[in-house]
């Protein structure tokens, strides 16, 4: 069974918003991970852009891919704890996570969750997703088709980020 047949790809219901908030305590170390109570909060403000992915074999929510809609171009701290940020319609995602839990990791699932989700917002008339990563996945999100924009001005979990973006539409 393919990526595409196993996992169902839609935006989050309300009862998988405490399931969300557990994978990435699970997935990030702690001095990276956002709160559970700002991924429950980001989930609820903007389900529109935060993906999951569902196993259809046990129904469990086995990673996501989540941002906040905004019209500003570089990535900035603030995006992880204050969803006044969140400007509905913003011609940007600024993506805030991938999670996959470690026994889906290694199988494209990563890779298939943001093709779905840059698909999608292409579609809504997104200009970019902006993110941030560590030096040893830039050259993953380089094959999703991300730049690498150099160091970021994000300073989150005290790590040095860099900034990478993708442009949907010009």
């Known amino acids: 069974m ?32 956002v709160a559970s109570d700002d991924v429950i909060a980001q989930a609820k403000v903007s ?3 935060f993906m999951v992915a569902v196993d259809r074999q046990t129904g469990r929510v086995a990673g996501f891919l989540y941002g906040l809609e905004t019209d500003e171009k570089r990535f900035r701290d603030e995006f992880f704890t204050d969803k ?24 494209g699932l990563g890779r298939a969750v943001m ?3 840059c698909s999608r917002e292409q579609a ?12 040893n996945l830039v050259g993953m999100y380089t094959k999703f088709g991300y730049t690498d924009l150099g160091i970021s001005g994000s300073e989150w979990g005290g790590e040095e980020w860099h900034e990478m973006e993708i442009v949907l539409n010009d």
């Open 2 to 33: 393919n990526i595409e047949e196993r996992f169902e790809f839609r935006d989050i219901r309300p009862e998988e918003y405490a399931a969300a908030a557990e994978i990435e305590a699970t997935v990030f170390p702690p001095n990276e991970v």
């Open 47 to 49: 389900p529109d852009c």
């Open 84 to 107: 006044s940020l969140n400007k509905s319609q913003g011609d940007n995602i600024m993506l805030l996570g991938l999670d996959i839990l470690p026994e889906y990791q290694g199988q």
């Open 115 to 117: 093709k779905h989700y």
């Open 124 to 135: 809504k008339g997104r200009r970019r997703l902006v993110l941030t990563c560590l030096e």
